[in-house]
């Protein structure tokens, strides 16, 4: 450490009082907190367990209608960030319930979400013109500005986990949002249209690419589950991952969504993974199993429908003590995109 004469130190603040009064900052003062050695946001490793947070959702149901609320939905914050609605450093997560009989009014907006169905079967969400039926463990997509509504006209609540790219958007402040100004958008197509035409391994004849978002907007989990059922009878799981598969575009072969990634792995009864590390801050929910997760040196023990996240760079390992399988999804597109993602297997 040098140090400097008391005149010094004195005339050096006197000069930063001047810079800051000029909108100016000296960069020797900040240099090694901007440019670290490896990641240094301070998120941290967090679970958040469904039955607390239920019974918190349906205490809102109580006191909040959807027609105030516009969307039902408890955010999922991390603690390293109060009051910033993220649950990583670019991406946020919610749970949202909608009641039986309720609509959330159509709008959009320039941030894509993605829905990932936690509880109650059969509400829906219309997206461009078509009405995808919800089931717990779907994968659905709002892609960015198109117009969209929840509904739910069965007996039981529905709850699904929200992923947005809102930090990302607030970063880049590009953030744009509509309102339709009717409850509903037209339905133009009966339910499972796009799946038909997207999503069977099949494409309209003269289909050409729009957009950056996958067609298909709803992954049902049934088919997902017997990919990885089959792929778990025929091999080997992979030594980090177990069984894991990431959702696509199947335009493109790319990301289901420009800019948040999302997979789902089967870890088998027994199966602890391999210690891995990436840079993408990943947020999981497992569907079905139980086990537990350590995160650095901290553990977290998870059952279905359960969400927890792991900060970037921060090494996993995941122990599964029944057959689970896991959903997560991070900004993994964003980061290979501009070639900053990283990822490394400890030996
Ligand atoms: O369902 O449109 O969790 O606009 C946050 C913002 C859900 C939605 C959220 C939204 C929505």
Redesign the pocket.
Known sequence: MSSISPEDDAKRKEFYERLARSALSPLWLSLAALVTRQPSSGLKAAMWSYADCRALLMEAGGLVSVEEAE?R?LVLENSAFPGQSRITTSLYA?L?LVLPGER?RS?R?SQS?LRFVLEGTGAYTAVGGERTPMYPGDFII?PSWEW?D?GNDTPDPVIWL?G?DIPLVQALDTSFMEQLGQIEQPVLRPAGDSLARFGANLLPVDHRPTGLTSPVFSYPYARTREALDTLRRNGEPDACHGYKMRFVNPVTGGFAMPTIGTFMQLLPRGFASGPYRSTDATVFTPVEGEGRSQIGEQILEWSARDVFVVPSWATVRHLASSDAVLFSFSDRPVQLATGLFREERIQ
């Open positions: 969307r939905v919610g949202q959330a709008h907006h979400a709002t969209h929840h929200d947005l």
